[in-house]
């Protein structure tokens, strides 16, 4: 248990569901991000929040809407996806404005399967 | 260009034996950290260890221990006595000074034999 837990661990879904990831942390962190994972590329940033107010949106289709309603607990919802969004998802959580050293802690990740 | 790269996408090492895993990274921030996570089949990152920039010594934790050649902008991870246990994919990834983004190579497979 790395103080980061992500619900489900594994989805699958169709392309015209609808369903939310969750993630949630009490590190006490105030940041938190959600990265997608593909096969053979490098983690891709998809959001950031920082004390609640998103700070960055990395280009990420609108079918992707993500949602950060306390410092604790950040959600991915999730509709009309494609087959190329079956990733890995992966939550992190920082605290920012802290030194070099502070690194993210993660989250296990929700495995994600578009059919 | 890519701010970390990582040139072995599959690596293969013998137990009990030292394996080095490679990374190079591109910046024009004189502050910066490196940083190493392993990623077991479960899916979960887990932190390894930490460099910084300005750091003198290389960083160990414990098996792990990081090559930082600076003036090559290169901070290898350096496993010794590797267990069963260290088969994972390794991930380099860096901080840059007053940003909290991470930027990840694309990792390395490590692979240990009994």
């Known amino acids: 248990e790395t103080g980061v837990t992500q619900t489900p661990r594994h989805l699958v879904m169709g392309m015209t569901n609808k369903k939310s990831l969750k993630c949630e942390q009490h590190?006490?962190?105030?940041?938190m991000y959600w990265y997608k994972q593909s096969a053979k590329k490098p983690l891709e940033l998809m959001f950031v929040y920082n004390f609640k107010e998103q700070t960055e949106n990395n280009s990420v289709p609108s079918r992707f809407s993500p949602e950060c309603p306390n410092s604790s607990h950040l959600f991915l919802h999730l509709h009309t996806l494609q087959p190329e969004d079956s990733a890995l998802y992966l939550c992190a959580s920082s605290q920012a404005g802290t030194g070099l050293n502070y690194g993210y802690t993660f989250g296990s990740g929700t495995r994600l399967t578009v059919v | 260009a890519q701010k970390i790269t990582q040139t072995q996408p599959g690596m293969f090492v013998q137990e009990k034996e030292a394996v080095t895993l490679d990374c190079t990274y591109d910046t024009s921030d004189p502050s910066y950290g490196l940083f190493w996570y392993k990623q077991p089949s479960s899916g979960e990152m887990i932190f390894l260890i930490y460099q910084g920039s300005y750091d003198q010594q290389n960083a160990t934790e414990g098996r792990y221990s990081l090559n930082f050649q600076k003036a090559r902008k290169s901070a290898n991870l350096v496993i010794s006595a590797s267990q069963l246990g260290d088969s994972a994919m390794y991930f380099c990834?860096?901080?840059?000074?007053?940003?909290?983004?991470?930027?990840f190579g694309t990792g390395t497979s490590l692979t240990v034999i009994p």
């Open positions: 990834a860096m901080r840059e000074g007053g940003g909290n983004q991470f930027y």
């Open positions: 590190l006490g962190h105030n940041a």
